[in-house]
């Protein structure tokens, strides 16, 4: 088929995510190679999204694909009560790499599956109902981790199951709880801890958290916070829950985000880079004194494709690469370019609100005033945000713009001059939107 008839078929005959079927503008795509994406017609992107934040180590990397082709000889699929070589050298392998005694683990699909088997652990190793999740976060579109989201996402959904309260983060859309890291992190956990007191305590199992807020924002967290909100849950025996979906496996220039904070949770969920998306995988890790409680209890969860073999060979490979090939350092040393560019762009456009970035995962927030306001309202959007972004896709560069903001989370593997290619192209770009700020 050409890109017409491709686009056409599938128009017709698929649902797209969070879309109007009337209204989505598929991007054609027919091959991908490193960190570049390639059109049917002869286009080519700078993937400056990973796709979904997931495509860690880049685009059809060699190693991966031979062992893929390798893993299509061997044991294709086993059913969940299975011991397997592949399901026994991921787990032997993740429980090594997992900092603390984060040692067992319970494989999925995905990252929503893993938070919604992270529920189900939390729940049923303490005998409380409750969840608390954060406004900002997104968690999943299966039914409990709609209620687990925080985000608009989660309206259409409701109402959903009970037990979920949501509680603001750190650093909310509008309103503001300090001025510095230090009085930001006293005034949430503050107000925490008085939503936890009017939930009851005993009530509550878990927390949920992004350890960097992810599509609401790229948001880490302010000095201080990991380790207040580990203490703070500790003094009232919930759980800490971190989804590291988006910002694990390398992509904030650590193998796990909230090794930032020197701390560790007592449940991690993972997906995405954990594969690089070359195949579907999530998994969730949970400490000794959880994983004990299901020594003599039943786990009430189950998935035909936990622990598929062929998912968790390709997983293993893309490990390798992903640890041989140095792209955790990359992503730490290609930070300072991404601080750089960031600036720089902040200081020649005036619809340049802030940029920020923790390795190599940021945002940039557009202003439609020189006071501040934002270039759209929450959850909504202006007309120049897609203007934008059709100017970038003309122009070779592929991410992903959300409300008044647009993302820079290229594959780990990225090179220093590909990387200013980019911001090149959004250089350009800007000149766009420069043209509706207001003063």
């Not at 925080?150 to 109402?159: I, K, M, Y």
């Not at 939503?195 to 924002?217: C, D, K, L, S, W």
């Not at 988006?246 to 650590?254: D, H, Q, S």
């Not at 309202?377 to 959300?402: I, Q, R």
């Amino acid at each position: 088929m050409d890109a017409r008839s491709v686009i056409d078929a599938c128009l017709q005959h698929t649902l797209f995510s969070w879309s109007a079927r009337d209204k989505v503008k598929p991007l054609p795509v027919e091959r991908a190679q490193g960190v570049y994406m390639y059109g049917p017609d002869g286009q080519r992107w700078l993937d400056f999204n990973s796709q979904l934040m997931s495509v860690n180590i880049g685009h059809s990397h060699p190693r991966v694909v031979q062992a893929m082709k390798d893993a299509a000889d061997g044991l294709l699929y086993a059913f969940p009560g299975a011991a397997t070589q592949a399901r026994a050298d991921l787990a032997t392998r993740l429980a090594d790499l997992c900092p603390g005694d984060l040692n067992t683990f319970f494989f999925t699909l995905g990252g929503a599956e893993a938070n919604e088997n992270a529920i189900k652990l939390a729940r049923q190793s303490t005998g409380r109902f409750k969840i608390l999740s954060r406004y900002r976060s997104y968690h999943g579109a299966t039914n409990a981790t709609m209620q687990l989201t925080g985000d608009p996402r989660r309206w259409a959904n409701e109402p959903g199951a009970p037990g979920f309260v949501r509680v603001m983060d750190p650093r909310p859309y509008h309103y503001s709880f300090g001025r510095d890291d230090e009085e930001i992190t006293e005034n949430n956990l503050r107000y925490l801890e008085e939503v936890i007191m009017y939930e009851g305590p005993h009530t509550i199992a878990a927390m949920f958290i992004e350890t960097v807020t992810g599509t609401n924002g790229i948001l880490p967290p302010p000095r201080g916070y990991l380790q207040g909100l580990r203490a703070l849950l500790d003094r009232y025996g919930i759980l800490l829950v971190c989804d590291e979906v988006m910002a694990g496996w390398g992509r904030t220039g650590k193998l796990f985000a909230f090794q930032h904070g020197d701390i560790l949770p007592d449940i991690l969920t993972m997906a995405k880079g954990l594969t690089s998306s070359y195949v579907p995988l999530g998994a969730v890790a949970v400490r000794d004194h959880v994983a004990r409680h299901f020594d003599q209890n039943v786990f009430y969860g189950g998935l035909t494709y936990n622990a598929h073999p062929f998912a968790m060979n390709v997983a293993m490979a893309c490990l390798d690469v992903l640890l041989e090939e140095g792209m955790i350092e990359n992503a730490a040393k290609m930070e300072g370019v991404m601080r750089q560019e960031m600036g720089r762009l902040q200081a020649r456009h005036p619809s340049v609100k802030e940029g920020r970035c923790i390795g190599l995962f940021g945002m940039v927030d557009l202003q439609r005033d020189r006071k501040g306001k934002e270039m759209a309202p929450y959850n909504g959007s202006h007309p120049v945000m897609a203007e934008f972004n059709k100017y970038l896709l003309d122009n070779g560069l592929f991410t992903m713009v959300h409300w008044g903001s647009f993302m820079c989370n290229p594959p780990l593997c990225i090179t220093e001059e590909q990387l200013r290619e980019g911001f090149a192209i959004i250089d350009r770009g800007l000149e766009i939107t420069d043209r509706v700020v207001e003063g």
